[in-house]
């Protein structure tokens, strides 16, 4: 079964939802590090807006939108 590109963001969304503070953090530096340049080269991260509910305090004064400004974090929406 091949997903199109609408259904892929619907279930990467419920796959976000299930993903805790600490494992979105240790997503968020992955790839900013060496070992995500794969995850960059794909655009996964801005494409299904993986790491848009990643609270910014979790962040140690790196700013997401900085690295993502693509994406419309919940941070903003408040």
Not at 33 to 50: A, C, E, M, T
């Amino acid at each position: 079964m091949i997903l199109n590109d609408l259904e892929k963001y619907e279930l990467i969304k419920i796959y976000r939802a299930q993903l805790s503070n600490p494992e979105l953090y240790v997503i968020f530096f992955n790839v900013l590090s060496r070992f995500g340049k794969k995850w960059l080269q794909s655009d996964f991260i801005n494409k299904y807006d993986f790491i848009k509910n990643i609270p910014f305090e979790y962040c140690d004064g790196y700013d997401p939108k900085h690295y993502f400004p693509s994406i419309k974090f919940e941070e903003d929406e408040y």
